[in-house]
């Protein structure tokens, strides 16, 4: 064996599973395509779930320094969709860049002892009934087969890891020709995020908070044009002011680029021993900024459960949980971007009347205005299903709480070993230390709580802990 995991793409959502992996003492081997770090990226928004995802591996500090945050989206120039009153710590959209987020995730993964492997190529991969086999090409032509008893694929929508493996990816495009860019704003936009849809198309504008704005937009007169074609600064100029009222003195662009945006999701996220995240996974149009933020929490919730199966105490059908809680947050995701473009897109003056109107009317109330960005954007909301008979709250997410002693303080610092955390203040049974790490909850509850190292639920109850931390965290050492 080469290694006993191999992630197959260097992007956010592989280096973050990466970096899990061999924080935990799993040999892992990272392929890239790239030689170099690539100054320009599509994504740019981190979600109030991914901070937290971020917050329990200890960099969620170094990504706020990184980029700037925003309270919320303004749609259709006049509806806020606000993140102030979401239940966590971070009540915001981070705009950061994508490459960023990679350096932050890169350095963990290579302190963690990640073999990187720049120049590679995947070009196949066989499965065995132990094994799988990649096939690579090195950057001088060289062919090379690598044998892991896992294998990832993080290799983005053009995935050579699931078509290898041969898992559909059903869908369609849902915009073509999307103009994207990077630029320069004269005037600074009164609202720092924002998007409107007009008659003659729509358009997108975020600040990366270092004076370099990201546009995208779509001119509805002028045709599907293809993904080659160039962008010209004067049409996103003349669009912008169609949207805004003014083209913001837009000015010196460093990236323009054409896309086509997609709905696809793969049938199954696995299939034996391979694996895919990500947008090998599954791709939406980029409304609401998802694309980053559920890769990231793909791997959060595949990486403790590689590695209970890597050290064999898996429970019976942990792997196929991947798939089965995984799967319907990407087709939920991919729902609601599409809502989210295809209001972007309509071109009949009296829907977008009644867009705005309906919009406006529903910002105004609060418990709609909250679920929307509960639901629609943060991540917060999402929830795997529980066994039958289980706790009501088994399966959702955890909110940081405060421990009792100074280190660590919270719950999740407590997860940044990548462990179970097992909340309560009676002494554990012995035998799980190795894969539970034991805190007392600052403020005494009623339960005892399991909680899983990607922070979501596994057990609340009282009474005998042995069973419920067998049943998760195998048998006792």
């Known amino acids: 064996m080469n290694a006993e995991v191999i992630v197959v793409g260097a992007g956010p959502t592989g280096l973050l599973l990466a970096g899990d992996l061999a924080g935990a003492g799993i040999r892992v081997t990272l392929i890239e395509r790239r030689t170099g770090e690539s100054p320009l990226s599509r994504a740019f928004a981190v979600h109030a779930r991914t901070m937290e995802v971020l917050d329990m591996r200890g960099l969620a500090e170094q990504a706020l320094a990184g980029g ?26 981070l705009i950061t860049p994508q490459y960023e987020i990679e350096r932050l995730l890169l350095k963990r993964a290579l302190d963690t002892g ?39 694929g993080a290799d983005g929508r053009h995935s050579v890891v699931r078509d290898a493996a041969g898992l559909a990816f059903p869908g369609h495009a849902v915009a073509r020709s999307v103009m994207l860019a990077d630029v320069r704003l004269t005037e600074e936009p009164k609202d720092v995020l924002s998007v409107n849809g007009v008659r003659e198309g729509f358009v997108f504008i975020g600040p990366f908070g270092d004076g370099w704005y990201r546009v995208i937009g779509r001119n509805h007169l002028n045709g599907d044009l293809p993904d080659e074609a160039p962008v010209d600064l004067e049409e996103l100029k003349w669009l912008t002011r169609k949207a805004y009222g003014t083209d913001f003195g837009m000015h010196s662009p460093r990236w323009m680029s054409r896309f086509h945006s997609e709905e696809r999701q793969a049938v199954h996220y696995r299939t034996g021993r391979v694996f895919i ?27 403790w459960k590689l590695v209970a199966a890597v050290r064999g105490w898996a429970r019976p059908g942990l792997l196929d949980t991947y798939d089965s809680e995984r799967h319907p947050v990407g087709r939920t995701v991919l729902r609601t971007s599409g809502i989210f473009t295809r209001l972007a897109l309509l071109r009949s003056p009296l829907l977008r009347a009644a867009r705005n109107q309906v919009s406006g009317a529903a910002m105004r109330v609060r418990p709609i205005r909250r679920a929307v960005a509960l639901n629609m954007l943060s991540g917060l909301a999402h929830r ?48 799980w230390s190795d894969r539970v790490a034991h805190v007392v909850p600052a403020a005494p509850g009623t339960r005892d709580l399991l909680i899983r190292p ?22 006792a050492s």
């Not at 259709?76 to 009153?85: F, I």
């Not at 706790?391 to 405060?402: E, I, L, N, Q, T």
């Open 384 to 431: 795997y299903t529980a066994p039958e008979g289980a706790h009501p709250w088994v399966g959702r997410r955890v909110p940081d709480f405060a421990l009792d002693g100074e280190a660590p303080a919270r719950l999740y610092e407590a997860l940044r070993g990548g462990k179970f955390v097992l909340a309560t203040p009676r002494v554990p049974p012995p035998g």
């Open 114 to 152: 990640v073999e990187l492997l720049t120049g590679y190529e995947v070009i196949g991969l066989r499965q065995g009934g132990d094994d799988v086999s990649v096939q690579a090409r090195t950057s001088d032509g060289q062919e090379r087969t690598l044998r892991a008893l896992y294998v990832v």
């Open 454 to 475: 990607d922070g979501h639920l596994a057990w609340a109850g009282a009474g005998d802990l042995t069973r419920p931390l067998a049943d998760w965290c195998g048998p």
């Open 68 to 93: 700037s945050t925003v309270p919320g989206l303004l749609v259709w120039d006049q509806v806020m969709v606000g993140m102030a009153e979401l239940p966590t710590r971070y009540p915001y959209m």
């Open 277 to 303: 995240v990500g947008d090998a996974a599954h791709v939406h149009a980029p409304a609401g900024g998802q694309g980053m933020n559920t890769g990231l929490q793909d791997a959060a919730n595949l990486s």
